[in-house]
């Protein structure tokens, strides 16, 4: 069991940075690929970012690539998500998620693929 609690989210203007932290329970984080997920209003939610449970690897949207960077420190059970330049389009709720353990394949970016799931954080970028 994997308990996960997302913080760092807020309103900024467009072109500014944000911080998330998703903050897991458990020493079993390490071996947990993370993704982290967005939901607009009216919006299906769509993956943004994934990386490795070793940090091996990362795996990005089209949409973030370039602006957002997602990170992880298994010492501190928490996996981060960089946003850079950030675009109205970017409003929405941002979730973190967890898959494993010790998965090898290609990291997931559906849904379904992920086992356990954060309350989420707003994350508002005025225009």
């Known amino acids: 069991q994997v308990q996960l609690v997302e913080s760092g989210g807020g309103l900024v203007q467009a072109g500014g940075s944000l911080r998330l932290s998703c903050a897991a329970s458990?020493?079993?984080?390490?071996?947990?690929?993370m993704g982290w997920f967005r939901q607009a209003p009216g919006k299906e939610r769509e993956f943004v970012a994934a990386i490795r449970w070793s940090g091996s690897d990362t795996y990005y949207a089209d949409s973030v690539k370039g602006r957002f960077t997602i990170s992880r420190d298994n010492a501190k059970n928490t996996v981060y998500l960089q946003m850079n330049s950030l675009k109205h389009d970017d409003t929405a709720v941002y979730t973190c998620a967890a898959s494993g353990p010790y998965h090898t394949g290609s990291l997931y970016t559906e849904v379904y693929d992920y086992d356990y799931w954060g309350q989420g954080t707003q994350v508002t970028v005025s225009s």
């Open positions: 458990g020493s079993t984080f390490r071996k947990y690929d």
